[in-house]
T-cell receptor
Framework: GEDVEQSLFLSVREGDSSVINCTYTDSSSTYLYWYKQEPGAGLQLLTYIFSNMDMKQDQRLTVLLNKKDKHLSLRIADTQTGDSAIYFC??????????FGTGTRLQVFP | GAVVSQHPSRVICKSGTSVKIECRSL??????MFWYRQFPKKSLMLMATSNEGSKATYEQGVEKDKFLINHASLTLSTLTVTSAHPEDSSFYIC???????????????FGPGTRLTVL
């Protein structure tokens, strides 16, 4: 079955890098996503990666994909207090059904 | 671009009443919209996929008579929670699929969510 797991909590100091990890079980996943959810709000798409890629960089965000180990990570460089939120990874075989991870709450302290 | 709105943002109702939640794509046409439910400190669970002009496709375990979905136009989908009970209290989030730009995949854009509290 499909299962996406994340660690629940991450705390980092402002200015440091944050690395949020995600593991998934469906090897047929075509797309993998990272979403950000701020308190009481919907989800904001941060970035996505095709399964045939192993890295994607977008400004402060770097996504790494290890397809063999079914492991996805999101690195946020120079983490700011405004980055504090819950981060969800998600996988899909097509663009329809997204399977979300459990979410990682990132707390950034000064 | 690709903005999705939901209305209301928050609703409190009495047990037994019905509540309608609207999801609108503001600057694009969405042939497909999705409804998710998020429990406190939990992930999002897909409830149903809504296609314009046809019946919604419900995920296993979701009661279609309880959660009525209507996708009347390319910019509007509604979710009606019928005869709501306290266990229906949750955060409901919709998303709309936007056609991708050339070379990019279609993407789901999410609304801000509706918090439903049933007393």
């Amino acid at each position: 079955g499909e299962d996406v797991e994340q660690s629940l909590f991450l705390s980092v100091r402002e200015g440091d890098s944050s690395v949020i990890n995600c593991t998934y079980t469906d090897s047929s996943s075509t797309y993998l996503y990272w979403y950000k959810q701020e308190p009481g709000a919907g989800l904001q798409l941060l970035t996505y990666i095709f399964s045939n890629m192993d890295m994607k960089q977008d400004q402060r965000l770097t996504v790494l994909l290890n397809k063999k180990d079914k492991h996805l990570s999101l690195r946020i460089a120079d983490t700011q207090t405004g980055d504090s939120a819950i981060y969800f990874c998600a996988e899909s075989m097509d663009t329809d059904k997204l399977i979300f991870g459990t979410g990682t709450r990132l707390q950034v302290f000064p | 671009g690709a903005v999705v709105s939901q209305h209301p943002s928050r609703v409190i109702c009495k047990s037994g009443t019905s509540v309608k939640i609207e999801c609108r794509s503001l600057d694009f046409q969405a042939t497909t919209m999705f409804w998710y439910r998020q429990f406190p400190k939990k992930s999002l669970m897909l409830m149903a996929t809504s296609n314009e002009g046809s019946k919604a496709t419900y995920e296993q375990g979701v009661e279609k008579d309880k959660f009525l979905i209507n996708h009347a136009s390319l910019t509007l989908s509604t979710l009606t929670v019928t005869s709501a009970h306290p266990e229906d209290s949750s955060f409901y989030i919709c998303s709309a699929r936007s056609p991708g730009l050339a070379g990019l995949t279609d993407t789901q854009y999410f609304g801000p969510g509706t918090r439903l509290t049933v007393l």
